[in-house]
T-cell receptor, first 111, second 111 residues
């Protein structure tokens, strides 16, 4: 079983739609959680950190459920520019500062 | 310029040749990382370094060598390149907490 699992998609949605991605992680002692965005095999870029209380950044909302070991990302009012691959990332308690990446979920927003 | 830079951006090399990928950061971040990204595998950690002269293996270190004589540089060497090492290589750095900042990547083809 992979340490961080994501549905690879693609998720095809129309502009203006709301879309949600989930990610599950296997190590219950995981400490930090992030969502990264990656465009066309360019470098991944930090989208947002994920906090236990949930956090929002504009149209993006991230949630963490430690009991069920999953992380979610909600995108409201999707834009064409949101088309990208979204990577779920965790740090493991016994891995120091190393990030472990999920395989990514591809989002295609269509006009 | 401030940031993290990788060179070269593209490289084609022959099987059996030695090739070095360069990574340079200007923030004096203590941690630096090398990942490779392949279709179907996502981002996998090759080596990382917690400080100058301190390096450690990641998930897929075989066939690679790293060094960190200066905080700002973290070169990755393929001692005898193989076709299976054809990939996109990303370097990243951070202060020891939080997310990473990635370089733009090196696209390596081994023929």
């Amino acid at each position: 079983r992979k340490e961080v699992e994501q549905d690879p998609g693609p998720f095809n949605v129309p502009e203006g739609a709301t879309v949600a991605f989930n990610c599950t992680y296997s190590n219950s002692a995981s400490q930090s959680f992030f969502w990264y965005r990656q465009d066309c095999r360019k470098e991944p870029k930090l989208l947002m950190s994920v906090y236990s209380s949930g956090n929002e950044d504009g149209r993006f909302t991230a949630q963490l459920n430690r009991a069920s070991q999953y992380i979610s990302l909600l995108i409201r009012d999707s834009k064409l520019s949101d088309s990208a691959t979204y990577l779920c990332v965790v740090t493991l308690s016994n891995a120091g500062n190393m990030l472990t990446f999920g395989g990514g979920t591809r989002l295609m927003v269509k006009p | 310029d401030a940031g993290i830079t990788q060179s070269p951006r593209y490289k084609i090399t022959e099987t059996g040749r030695q090739v070095t990928l360069m990574c340079h950061q200007t923030w004096s971040h203590s941690y630096m990382f090398w990942y490779r990204q392949d279709l179907g595998h996502g981002l996998r950690l090759i080596y990382y370094s917690a400080a100058a002269d301190i390096t450690d293996k990641g998930e897929v270190p075989d066939g690679y060598v790293v060094s960190r004589s200066k905080t700002e540089n973290f070169p990755l060497t393929l001692e005898s390149a193989t076709r299976s090492q054809t990939s996109v290589y990303f370097c990243a750095s951070n202060t020891g907490t939080g997310g990473y900042t990635f370089g733009s990547g090196t696209r390596l083809t081994v023929v």
